[in-house]
């Protein structure tokens, strides 16, 4: 179990936590997006629980010219209508469009952590856990002294116990039921 109060924030991944990965492409469009199982359901007592939720995603699409931040920003529209609808919430979205893994935006470097501690200076980044399914999300919230969750949905053959990893859950259903 982890125990929080409203004072943590929680930091999400999108494609492979909240949404399926496609595998060697993008969601390009409303209809390419499919919720991960379980995470309508996890929202509402996330919500209920962590005091700001926000979402980091890297979206190199953009960089490729696959797909406008109109785009972008019309397919996160939607989504959040949904999770809202459910009672959910995410309180910002922060997506990095660039190629560059120099990029300081984009995970795992720290600007979208810290663009988030600009916008809501409250957040405290050591009570704060970051879920991703990747060891560039863990290595994000770990430079930042985030508590780490990883997903293993598209790389479950990655040993846990881990270094980067506090904790390792089938999906955000179960991170929603070990959070106290
Ligand atoms: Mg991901």
Redesign the pocket.
Same mark, same amino acid.
């Given at each position: 179990m982890i125990q929080i109060d409203a004072s943590w924030t929680l930091f999400l991944?999108? /494609? =492979?936590?909240i949404n399926n990965?496609i595998k060697d492409g993008y969601v390009l469009s409303w209809d390419m997006f499919r919720f991960e199982e379980g995470v309508l359901a996890a929202l509402p007592p996330l919500a209920d629980k962590f005091g700001r939720i926000v979402m980091v #995603?890297n979206q190199r699409c953009i960089g490729k010219g696959l797909l406008t931040e109109q785009g972008l920003h019309d397919i996160h529209a939607k989504m959040l209508a949904v999770i809202t609808d459910q009672g959910g919430r995410i309180d910002k979205i922060y997506y990095c469009p660039d190629l560059d893994n120099d990029s300081p935006c984009r995970k795992p470097n720290e600007g979208m952590a810290l663009q988030a501690k600009a916008d809501f200076p409250d957040i405290d980044f050591s009570r704060s856990i970051m879920v =991703?399914? #990747?060891l560039s /999300?863990m290595k994000f919230g770990k430079d930042k002294g985030m508590t780490t969750v990883f997903i293993p949905s #598209?790389k479950p053959e990655l040993a846990f116990p881990h270094p980067l990893m506090d904790y390792r859950c089938k999906g955000l259903l179960e991170f929603s039921e070990i959070i106290q």
């Open positions: 991944d999108r /494609d =492979g936590v990965e #995603t =991703g399914n #990747t /999300d #598209t």
